[in-house]
């Protein structure tokens, strides 16, 4: 049974930091690409940032470049994401993909991040 378990959300004041982390269970993890999305209230899911399988290689959006940063622990099956320089509009539940070309897709249930002063 494959499982994505994220953590680490809460509420956090304007220009504070939090880390996520997304725990992962039943796939080999380290043939995995791991994504970042979000989704705020009355809005579509966004992709916000996503590290290749050896962690060499990272992409994030534009609206979190600078700020976030996408992490892996191959032997700890985690994939983190370190938001620093919060803001208002990243409130959102934040959640973690596991994608494997063409088949393999796993979401999680997502973790909350609340943005406010």
């Known amino acids: 049974q494959v499982q994505l378990v994220e953590s680490g959300g809460g509420l956090v004041q304007p220009g504070g930091s939090l880390r996520i982390s997304c725990v992962t269970s039943g796939i080999t993890f380290s043939s995995y690409d791991m994504r970042w999305y979000r989704q705020a209230p009355g809005k579509e899911r966004e992709f916000v940032a996503r590290i290749d399988t050896s962690g060499e290689s990272t992409y994030d959006s534009d609206s979190v470049k600078g700020r976030f940063t996408i992490a892996r622990d191959n032997a700890k099956n985690t994939v983190y994401l370190q938001l620093n320089s919060l803001k208002f509009e990243d409130t959102a539940v934040y959640y973690c993909?596991?994608?494997?070309?063409?088949?393999?897709?796993?979401w999680g249930l997502g973790t909350q991040v609340t943005v406010s002063s």
């Open positions: 993909n596991a994608i494997q070309e063409p088949y393999s897709n796993y």
